[in-house]
């Protein structure tokens, strides 16, 4: 090892070229070792981000972004060419890599001797770069990657072209140089377990080379969940039947509901909370509102906790299909989409609390303290789950969660070594999820047979109607979703007195419904609805028994799109035949028929 030499940008550059030319993965770790073997401790970070194109782990959201014309614009002040022969040479290669090397040489047989690129340098500068803000930004960024490609040999262009326009690509897993670093400084592929879980808990490459090149396993043994450093998310495997999941597991788990949202994993230290997502990108500023959410019913001073974010009507406490999340996916007028788009959290999990590593406790043990720490509340609350041994009990519980508007369940094992697997996809945690779900495309009319109290905003009307199709043959109507979206205020304020002279006293005799309404109604009037998706239900009535035993069909989602059917009398509805073909039809559609 050449330890205190500067490791010259060149030594990299080398290796690249050569594991550019290799597929194969093992030559690839071996090309790596010998890279890493010959970097010095102080620069071993920056070489392991730099094997990635970057210079910062993902989650500190710190990117070099240069944009091809300003790369060109570069290249045009070091070559002394014309930026249209620099452009028609792109044209041909379609690399700035290839290109810069090309123009570099050309120029490189006028120049004099330079001291050579360091990899600190080299680093140095995109630093610089990447961190370039306000009016002279581009100018600075311009001058400096020329000053980089007018100390650079040809090979070395290319590969600072292509890194710093993001371009790199040497197909170098995360998990390769994790074996690289075990077999060069772990004594060996041995050593890769640990290196890697490492790695799952702070998703800091650098830290891990860094660690390991100094302190060796020792240190990496060391290594405990830390705040601000994102922990790699727990994946669940999937099995279809409930006897299998408990088989699996045991003869008994903890069920949970799968929400169907966006998952977050959010670090509370004393007051500031950061939130990442699933890929682990700081997504704070796009949910200021889970952040208050998590400052204000979190009772630990520090905590890593993982929830499940979903958008919510909060006037009907109904939760809302994944896609409307989407809006939240925004960096300017995020105060409006808060207001349009509100979001509940469901907490299912927490990996630190107070100084306390907890992955590898037992899922129980986590739960017991999760328990104690969220304060539930309209909007945050813990994920509902049950214990279950039973097939049965299983399947009954699915089915519920279906009902409230969930994907299906996750089951967790509870056993004592039911760890936290930062990274991996175990069979610790199994998915169960509908088989058959059907996406909605038309609306439909449905008759309004029952109606429930509203709470909140919605108080002294109706929060959500039930709504029915008709079914000819046995002139009965048929319940098929509770819909309370999609009501203007002015709606909610009139609907009562609409329905007023339609009240009766309890269920009509013409309708077939295993939900109790608080209101019922003789089926009257018919509103136009469209669903997000069609799915099997145990609770609704509507085709009952004509895909499954005890199963009726559901819509889920429903909105009201505004239109009343003053036009349709009840019998005119949409029939429950006709919901049975449209389900069946895009089941077909896509292919699960
Ligand atoms: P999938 O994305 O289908 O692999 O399912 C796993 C995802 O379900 C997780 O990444 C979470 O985002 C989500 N999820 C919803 N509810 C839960 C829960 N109670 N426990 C664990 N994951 C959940």
Redesign the pocket.
Known sequence: MLWGLPLKYSTIADAYEEIERTTKRLEMTDLLVNLLKSTSREVIDKVAYLTQGRIYPDFVGIEIGVAEKLAVKALVRVSGRRDVDIEEELKKTGDLGETAEKFVAAKKQVTFFQQPLTVQRVYETLDKMAKASGSGAVDLKLSLLAGLLAAASPKEAKYIMRTVTGNLRLGIADMTVLDALAIAYGGGKEARGQVERAYTICSDLGRVAKTIAEEGLEGIGKFRVSISEPIR?M??ERLSSPEEILEKLGGKCMA????DGE?LQAHKKGNTVKLFS?RLEDISSQYPDAVELFKKHVKAEDAILEC?CVAVDLDTGEMRPFQELMHRRRKYEIERAIDDYPVSL?V?EVLYVDGRDLTLESYPVRRGILERIVEESDRVKL?NGALVSAPAELEKFFMEAIENGCEGL?CKSISSDSVYQAGARGWL?I?Y?RDYKSEMTDTVDLVVVGAFHGRGKRAGTYGALLLAAYTSERDTFETVTKCGTGFTDEDLGKLPKMMHDHVVPHKHSRVDSMLEADVWFEPALVIEVLGAEMTLSPIHTCAMGSVRKGRGLAIRFPRFTGNYRFDKAAEDATTSAEVLEIYRNQLKRIGQS
């Open positions: 998310p994946l669940a949970e509901y799968k929400y998952r699933r499940e469901f299912f994920a996750v945690w998915k999820k």
